[in-house]
């Protein structure tokens, strides 16, 4: 990676760690070292929700370049605590990972080219092609709320649940999120929708992991939690949707997205 003393980055990968030392430790050297041989401008943000198990000592120890460290006292949830590492980053994009050995860092540059080729706002990896899933309740959780999305958005995605997600970051900027736990990742699907982003998505490799080998998210609960998340973004006004401060800067911008939305409501 190129001198941290630059002040605008290529790429902010976004790390966010809640006892994850098994995973850490098998993969997260390996992933930093790879991400370092690319001939970009980048940073890593690794943000610690807290964790009891070893994973906070671990990510101490931890001496690279461009590598930014951010502990919570008090488990503020995935996306409370993905919302604050990103309030940090300096990159062009955004890559949302998830350092669980699930998913490969490859498919995160694959992503990125995507996103400079096709222009897109967000560009999302899917793992259904494969059909790769331990869990047929998992499966079918996201055919379910994928397919809800397209139908409540009028959009084509494949895989709404699915990491890595880049997003631009000046596009981020302009959105307004609230949530803090799993349904950060379909707040962040929705909102874009509710924008007219580009939307592009990838196949990538996926291996999953069981509960006993530290799979976190609950099929039922947070799955619940995702549609209400999905039901809100879908049917709330526009000005919830974008932050105020972008309705100054470019009035005209969003009043022709507020007129689009307030009709089809």
Known sequence: MQNSKKKNKDISFIFC???????????????????SKKKYSQEIIIIDNNSTDGSREFIKSLNFPNLIKIYNNKNIGKGGS?????????????I????DNEYKIEDCYRCYDHAKKTESNLVIGSRVYKKNFIYMINYLGVIFLSKLVNILFQSHLTDVASMPKLVEK????????????????FELITKSLRLKAKITQIDVIYSPRSYKEGKKIRAFKDGI??????????FISLKKVVKWIFYDYNF?????????????L
């Open 252 to 264: 005209c911008y969003f009043y022709k997205f507020y007129f689009i939305s307030f009709t089809i």
């Open 96 to 99: 949302i990972y998830d350092i």
């Open 170 to 185: 000046k596009f981020y900027d302009k959105l307004n999120f609230i949530s803090n736990g799993f349904d950060f990742d």
């Open 17 to 35: 760690v809640f006892n994850e030392y098994p995973s850490l430790n098998n993969n997260l050297k390996r992933t930093i070292r790879f991400i």
């Open 82 to 94: 993905t919302r604050k590492a990103i309030k940090k980053s300096k990159g062009k994009y955004l």
């Open 225 to 234: 939690l995702c549609m209400i998340r999905i039901l809100k973004d879908r």
